[in-house]
């Protein structure tokens, strides 16, 4: 009984550390829970698709900014977003301009995916919560 409940705990804390290990390494794709990856246009022009950090949008913004102001359809892969666009000031580059956000000229930060990647949602579609769990 008690090499059962020490065991477990073992293999508990030894999970928690390693996921700690894993979270604070860096990685080339910073992708994360909820992220969602746009790559329509990025890979087939030689540059690295693009992940967006929904939730730390989400939490700044109101929804109905992106979704209703600047057009953003609300689904993972719904948009036809070009850099031609942004650098003209629609999209991300509402932002992204120098004024609200750091300007379009750093690539990296947008473009931080590994080649390769899916558009799409990091994750599942789904809103996990009360009802659901
Ligand atoms: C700063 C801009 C911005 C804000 C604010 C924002 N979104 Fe989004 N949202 C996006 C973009 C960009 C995408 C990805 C679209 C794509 O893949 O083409 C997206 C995708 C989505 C999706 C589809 C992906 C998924 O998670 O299933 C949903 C649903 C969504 N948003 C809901 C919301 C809700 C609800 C809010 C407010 C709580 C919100 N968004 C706030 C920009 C925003
Ligand atoms: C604020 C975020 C952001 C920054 C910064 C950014 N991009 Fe983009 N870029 C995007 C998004 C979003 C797309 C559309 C992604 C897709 O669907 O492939 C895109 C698409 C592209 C494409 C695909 C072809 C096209 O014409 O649309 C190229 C090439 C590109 N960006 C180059 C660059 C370069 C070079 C820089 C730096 C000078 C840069 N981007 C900076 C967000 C950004
Ligand atoms: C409504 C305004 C708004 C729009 C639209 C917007 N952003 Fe941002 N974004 C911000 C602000 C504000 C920050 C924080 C800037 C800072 O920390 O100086 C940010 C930060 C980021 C970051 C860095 C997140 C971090 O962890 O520090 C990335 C990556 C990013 N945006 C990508 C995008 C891409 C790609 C799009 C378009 C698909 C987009 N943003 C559209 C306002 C916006």
Not at 21 to 31: D, F
Not at 93 to 109: D, F, K, R, V
Request: hydrophobic share 40%; with cysteine.
């Amino acid at each position: 009984m008690f090499q059962n409940k020490a065991s477990r705990w073992i293999i508990v804390s030894l999970t928690l550390v390693f996921s700690l290990l894993l979270a604070g390494l860096p990685s080339v794709a910073n992708a994360e829970y909820g992220d969602v990856i746009l790559n329509k246009y990025s890979d087939a022009n030689d540059m690295a698709p693009v992940i967006y950090p929904h939730w730390f949008h989400r939490i700044r913004f109101q929804c109905k900014v992106c979704h209703s102001e600047l057009g953003f359809k609300m689904k993972a892969g719904g948009n036809d977003v070009t850099m031609a666009d942004i650098v003209d000031g629609q999209f991300c580059g509402m932002c992204h301009n120098g004024e609200i956000a750091w300007t379009t000229e750093n690539c990296e930060l947008c473009h931080s995916g590994k080649p390769g990647l899916k558009s799409g949602i990091i994750g599942t579609h789904k809103t996990l919560g009360p009802g659901i769990w």
